[in-house]
């Protein structure tokens, strides 16, 4: 049973990242190229398990954002190409590694790589992708480039041992999911935004404005798919809706009903997550319980807020196509539940 509920009226047409499609098509066709010759091994599963994922679809924005950012600054050289691939297989390692902490069953509309290969080969590929990542780094020559993605790749692990010690655990405060998903999710967008304008050697209040703009724009991003996850549909969120549901995952939408709920709510939350008492009639509950809180809309609305930040950190740079589509991304983003 598949529970969609409308958000906030219909999509806007507007809001698109054609523009940053346009401008590293390029770029992205190298990027692609790459992907694939260093995806490759001579130990066959390898391959296979990592082009599951490769394969399987995603709009690869965060090396996107790598590409267009080191264009804005007049880079001409390869380098940016390689840390993009690096930050993509970065992303794709992650991946594999949530599935397997998060048992998951889907991803992009297909069966996940632990559920075809099991979960050692998913946590062993990944690593593998992650070496390669570090590989290409190193290839570039930057080590500023190279400490800020291994620092990225730390703290993303930071988080998802973080998003481990919080699971199920309705106590969890706004701030503590904030720090969640600031690990998680948007270190990865601010290392893949800064390292541009670094491997482009542009000013360090350009390099400040850049990874700005990357981390509000993560954590914008995260809180949108927190909030689809109880309205939106499979194709947005890129798995199941109500994963996050079924999987007791304590996101803003259930930690904003929870606070704002009676005791007889609470007490649903706490066998809905706690217990595992989560089928389909308890998410369609849930669903009610969001919406007589305004739960999804105040998510939203803080996504807006950090679309906000994002959009001023990119405010004083020089105007060049590549800022425009940057400006743009932070609309699609949030333009997924409008």
Known sequence: MGIVVNLEGGKRDAASIKELVDLTAADMGRVNELIL??????VQMIPEVANHLISSGGKRLRPM??????????????????????VE???TA?????DVVDESGMRRGKKTARMIWGNQASVLVGDFLLGQAFRMMVEVGSLEALD?????????AEGEV???AAAKNLDTTEDEHFAVIKA????????????????AGAARTDRTALRSYGMNLGLAFQLIDDALDYGGSSSDLGKNVGDDFREGK???PVILAYRRGTEQERAFWKKAIEENDADDAALEKGIGLLARHAAISDTIGRARHFGEIARDALAPLPATPQKSALVDVIDFCISRVN
């Open 250 to 252: 304590v996101t803003l």
């Open 94 to 98: 992650t991946l594999l590694h949530d």
């Open 162 to 164: 973080m998003q481990l």
């Open 184 to 199: 998680k999710t948007a270190a990865l967008f601010s290392a893949a935004a800064e390292v541009g304008p670094v491997v």
């Open 65 to 86: 954002l790598t590409l267009a950012a080191a264009q804005m600054f007049g880079y001409e050289g390869e380098g940016h190409v390689r840390l993009a691939t690096a």
């Open 37 to 42: 010759s260093k995806a490759g091994s001579d």
């Open 148 to 156: 800020i993605l291994s620092t990225a790749a730390s703290i993303i």
């Open 89 to 91: 297989f970065m992303h």
